[in-house]
């Protein structure tokens, strides 16, 4: 599930793409969180130079396209 650094829980994937909600990293549950650069806080960071694209491309895997096929493995 994608959630928000604040409502996320174990086993979420969070996006931190907004210095002004670095603060909800000290509290956040999620299970990733894709950033631009490693953070101190003990996460699990995914870190791209372009979160956003990041964050889209794991949106198309997370949650497809309704009819949409993942390929087997996926």
Do not use: M, W
Not at 28 to 37: E, L, M, P, S, W
Not at 38 to 63: E, G
Request: net charge positive.
């Amino acid at each position: 599930r994608i959630s928000t650094l604040e409502s996320a829980g174990a086993g979420d994937l969070a996006l931190l793409a907004n210095s002004r909600y670095e603060s909800q990293l000290a509290a956040t549950k999620a299970a990733a969180v894709i950033v631009d650069a490693p953070r101190s806080h003990q996460l699990n960071y995914l870190v791209h130079p372009n979160p956003y694209f990041a964050f889209c491309q794991a949106l198309k895997v997370i949650s497809p396209a309704p009819g949409h096929q993942l390929h087997p493995g996926i």
